[in-house]
């Protein structure tokens, strides 16, 4: 019988798709790679996902698991030999059980965040995990590549936010690894192994999430100021002032508000341009009259202390939501400005205003009017150091001739100052040699001897991540 | 060369203790198991620990590798056929940095928890894992163990404290993933791997860890409760009223203190005798009126709903202290009962009072008259579970008979309820047979792969864990 044929009775002739227009599934949400699939199989139950990876397992057939297809990297697309089945999770999509009392979530991997987050909301839990795409991916790819997004300064990661996990492992054999306990130790930690290695060691099918209390209160502001440094100090204060209460810190620089007040001059910008604004956010359970009383008080305590010039505190939760459409709107802001070499970098917090005045000035020695649009989450230690061409230059040429000179001179800088290529997007096929050029020797060796411990015939998503 | 000229040759004649009293190294804190090394070596750098094993390597001989001594499941001693190494880690003991701003710092394995703990207290900050074995314990075995601790339900274990290792692999080789980054996606989670194996993949020499702003206000009380279902619902109303200041969630019932009043009478108890005691902790960084005030309100409100009897509040942090003195003098108090038979478990926390009834049900129809000392982190779903003789029956005779048995009854409660037989103490020799039962057999398959990928010879703290 014909892989195809097998396919079709697992899952059911309709939910194999082949011919037609498979751009949904081909091509990436950056729309950089367009592979082709020798199927796209669309199984309902964690058993039929099995089934389909032992099928394709029995006929050699290599398979490219895929969620909402919002990633960053190209690893959730098929490479163009044809060969590949991509195995589409998307109608995996129950919430299996909340367990409030234990403020846990059992959820499919198919679910989209936002449906993981609204269920949550159903209960008055919160589930903390927040990020751009959360109307179309889904819960299994942010867990596939540990996805960070704006609450991570107070919630963490999606590792952080997962207590168990249900994996169909390269075999098609289902690891029931789902668990509702904070504390484990029964040996080897398989769910942080699979958290994060997008694809390339089994599929999840399945979580168990950690849920928190809805915070009561949440204040906004923005904040101008001079330098750099200053944010590095505020960010302290903050959090010596806030300690779990701060939930945002996110910073931007000039040339990214002011694309923003290019591109969307109906958003209307509270604060006059400043070299750097932050967005801070506080969330609690406090009383509100104390817990405003509390904010202004650490704004207050930062203008004494000269770190932060203007500042405006949201006086609405409307006004609150307007702040955060300002910081979310960078991206798109970028891209109505043409196309740029972007990079989504960490560096330890205190070595941030080095970092970007090193990457900065070797940029401008390399390309003499460079733009960075230099945002992210400072609370993180995490950028989006984001570099557009020259004012007036070709988006396409700049793009095409200086790319692997940007990321180089942004990579060595990133090195040098005992930062990450990727803090929150993986690495999929975009970063995969950079990856093994700049990865501890070491390190690449151990993952290579787990790829090929827990794939030996380099089935699941191969060509990624190592 | 014989593999003991080599070790001296690589740590200094002095290092290499071999004959007299060993049996600081050779026997384990509970003094249950003695074994017998062929040298215990004390290597006092990163490169002496990589020469070590690499010496071990070339002749052929296995490593146990040590720190404080403290762990309770037999995996840090050596067994008793005089062969094993045993890498004694306790004079890597340098703080190597604290970087304030990061909200880290870089410790050497051997130094103790309560080194690390005072460190970061020097900079005005909180290292937040504790636990009773502080001052003897090393920070290189709590990660090697996830050790858990009283602050979880806020903080999280050793994993979530840890950010980066740096470790020397079975090879031989230095594993330099020591970072200050919170978002770091490059690749298969190795961190995460190491910790919690019990030295069976490799050997932690330091760790980057996560610090804390220290909270300005801790308020502490003691409630008493009629029925363990009042505590699962006065902790979800205590996580919604507190959220994140909500640092402490520990539960004891009558017989443990009981017995805490019957071997320490000076110990003033502010409450009488209940069915359930709890002892709450909430860590804030609001105005100190304003903390109280919410804590008092907490409490007033559980009172309204009938949650808890009576309450008393800590009026100093002496009398806070004191009540954490109670609760820390527990398992002393057993001991000086006589020996029992000891669980760490943990289980949903929403199925804790089905998980309770259906144990001590069970035992008590298996032995009439059986104490079930109950006592542990709520807050985090995890109970030591201990069980002692019944009263005026002798305790070793108990142990002897019934210890099988006892271990089965409550192990299959617990896997009954989704739970884990080894909470945070780990696997080592002790569950070891057990965990081979009771874990998942796929689960099992990839421990097994990856204990193979990473430590092919088997050299590595055989025995222990898989």
């Keep these: 019988m014909t892989l195809e044929a097998e396919l079709r009775g697992i899952v059911g002739t309709a939910q194999v798709l082949q011919g037609g227009d498979l751009a949904a599934y081909e091509l990436d949400w950056r729309k950089r790679w367009r592979g082709r699939a020798r199927a796209v199989?669309?199984?309902?139950s964690t058993e039929e996902v099995a089934a389909v990876v032992r099928a394709c397992a029995a006929h050699g057939a290599s398979i490219v698991p895929q969620g909402g297809n919002t990633g960053l990297v190209g690893a959730s697309v098929p490479d163009d030999s044809g060969t590949q089945v991509v195995l589409h999770l998307g109608r995996l999509n129950r919430v299996r059980e909340i367990d409030a009392a234990n403020l846990t979530m059992t959820v499919e991997a198919g679910c989209l965040l936002q449906a993981v987050q609204e269920a949550a909301a159903g209960k008055g839990l919160l589930f903390p995990l927040s990020l751009a795409a959360e109307g179309s991916c889904t819960i299994g790819g942010n867990l596939a590549t540990n996805a960070g997004g704006t609450q991570v300064v107070r919630y963490g990661n999606a590792r952080e936010l997962c207590l168990g996990l249900e994996v169909v492992t390269a075999d098609g054999e289902v690891w029931n690894g789902l668990s509702g306990l904070r504390k484990d130790n029964t040996g080897y930690d398989l769910r942080d192994l699979f958290i994060g290695s997008e694809g390339t060691l089994g599929i999840i099918t399945a979580a168990t999430l950690k849920l928190h209390p809805q915070p009561g209160t949440v204040s906004t502001a923005l904040a101008t100021l001079d330098w750099l440094d200053a944010a590095v100090d505020f960010l302290g204060l903050a959090q010596a002032q806030l300690g779990a209460a701060l939930t945002g810190f996110?910073?931007?620089?000039?040339?990214?508000?002011?694309?923003?007040?290019?591109h969307f001059p109906q958003l209307q910008q509270p604060l006059p341009g400043a070299a750097w604004t932050v967005l801070l956010e506080q969330s609690s359970n406090d009383r509100p009259h104390d817990a405003a009383q509390r904010f202004e008080d650490l704004l207050a305590l930062a203008f004494e202390r000269g770190l932060i010039g203007d500042a405006a505190v949201a006086a609405s939760l409307e006004h609150s939501k307007t702040m955060w459409h300002l910081r979310e709107?960078?991206?798109?802001?970028?891209?109505?400005?043409?196309?740029?070499?972007?990079?989504?970098?960490?560096?330890p917090i205190s070595r941030i205003p080095a970092f970007v005045r090193a990457a900065d000035e070797a940029l401008e020695r390399a390309v003499p009017g460079v733009r960075p649009v230099d945002f992210g989450h400072l609370g993180d230690g995490n950028l989006h150091y984001n570099v557009q061409a020259p004012e007036g230059e070709s988006a396409e040429r700049f793009l095409s001739e200086r790319e692997a000179e940007v990321n180089r001179i942004v990579y060595d800088a990133v090195m040098a100052h005992g930062g990450s290529i990727s803090a929150e997007h993986g690495i999929g096929l975009l970063k995969r040699e950079e990856l093994a050029q700049r990865k501890s020797p070491v390190a690449l060796k151990m993952m290579r001897a787990i790829k090929q411990a827990l794939d030996p015939k380099g089935r699941m998503n191969p060509g990624r991540v190592v």
């Design 250 to 262: 996110e910073v931007m620089n000039r040339f990214s508000m002011d694309l923003v007040r290019r």
């Design 329 to 347: 709107s960078i991206p798109l802001a970028q891209s109505l400005e043409g196309l740029n070499i972007k990079h989504d970098i960490s560096v």
């Design 41 to 44: 199989v669309r199984p309902g």
